[in-house]
């Protein structure tokens, strides 16, 4: 189900702020959440450090209330199998979906920064110096790590 970034300001828990969004969004109504991957990122360019969440939401079908788009961020949505889904993906969020389609296989949440898997962080250069994110955008998907993926397409 996908990145559910926190940032404060929703006053909402990170799994209701992630229903709200997928019922606002897409008319998706999603009781049950598992949660698969905690990622830490760095600041970059003019925005704060964040907070990413990302569920897992259940399988989802191209008959789960046909994805239809709500609002004018969406342009489209579509299900897709996850190898399409990651090769669509930008560099920059590609090991966080790898991450949680991990978590969703073994059952166990991965916490990450920036993508990398925590314990690696010791191991890293600090972000300002690698200039990590020079060429971030903001994500152009919501994915589900089992069989469906929503993308999000700028209009």
Request: proline fraction near 9%.
């Amino acid at each position: 189900m996908g990145p559910s970034r926190r940032d404060g300001r929703s006053k909402r828990a990170p799994p209701d702020a992630a229903r709200r969004e997928l019922a606002e969004k897409l008319g998706l109504t999603l009781t049950s959440l598992r949660l698969l991957v905690v990622d830490w990122v760095a600041p970059y360019g003019p925005w704060d450090d964040q907070i990413a969440f990302i569920f897992d939401g259940g399988t989802l079908t191209n008959d789960n209330g046909k994805l239809s788009p709500r609002d004018g961020e969406l342009a489209t949505a579509e299900v897709t199998a996850p190898n399409i889904a990651r090769a669509r993906l930008g560099d920059h969020i590609r090991p966080r979906f790898t991450a949680a389609l991990e978590a969703a296989a073994d059952g166990r949440p991965r916490y990450l920064h920036n993508g990398t898997p925590a314990a690696d962080a010791d191991q890293r250069q600090p972000v300002s110096h690698r200039n990590r994110h020079a060429h971030r955008q903001p994500s152009p998907c919501v994915v589900s790590p089992r069989r469906g993926h929503f993308t999000r397409h700028a209009s």
